[in-house]
């Protein structure tokens, strides 16, 4: 096969948080709900915007929350997020960097922030061509609103969850793909 493509998510592909994103998604909710049914509920949801995650483990518990509620503990969960020490899974930077030797073009998509990704990315050394965050492209928003519709030429690898494939196929040919970051 003549590959030309990796996409990947990140979180739970190349770095190595999930088990860190399940336990702070309980710290954060632990006076509303138990810390092990906030930690399944994240696992159960997995792939749906941390907004609806949050309203949904504290809808669970009984508790209609108001918006400005989710947005207190959405900063309060990236807060606790953004002090821990990022990981590579063993030998992801290896693998990463003989298929950009050969050639392989590579992108992200995920639910984390673009800035954050951008600064692992760099902190890291991963040979990605185009990344693209939460933040810019919001998990269940038609990408169609934000970028021009695409096709991806194959081959094509792609590792994560199915959601990012669409991602990935239209932020290839866009005019915001010139650069490592995608802005929306």
Not at 38 to 57: C, H, I
Not at 58 to 78: F, Q, R, V
Not at 132 to 155: E, Q, V
């Given at each position: ?118 600064q692992l ?13 939460s933040d ?11 970028l021009p ?36």
């Amino acid at each position: 096969m003549d590959l030309k493509y990796l996409v990947t998510d990140m979180d739970g592909v190349v770095f190595d948080r999930m088990p860190l994103y399940k336990s702070v998604f309980g710290d954060c909710l632990e006076q509303y709900i138990s810390r092990e049914e906030a930690g399944n509920f994240y696992y159960n949801t997995l792939g749906m915007p941390l907004r609806l995650q949050m309203k949904g483990v504290l809808s669970l518990a009984g508790i209609d929350a108001p918006e400005g509620m989710i947005e207190k503990l959405i900063a309060k969960y990236w807060g606790i997020i953004g002090d821990n020490d990022t990981k590579l899974f063993p030998g992801v930077k290896e693998v990463w960097d003989q298929l950009k030797a050969e050639g392989i073009r590579f992108c992200a998509s995920s639910g984390s922030n673009t800035g954050e990704l951008g600064q692992l990315i760099e902190k890291f050394k991963l040979p990605y061509d185009v990344y693209l965050g939460s933040d810019k492209f919001h998990k269940g928003t038609s990408i169609s609103k934000y970028l021009p519709a695409a096709t991806l030429s194959k081959p094509l690898i792609f590792a994560g969850r199915p959601r990012f494939w669409a991602t990935a196929r239209s932020i290839w040919r866009s005019p915001a793909a010139t650069t490592s970051s995608v802005s929306a």
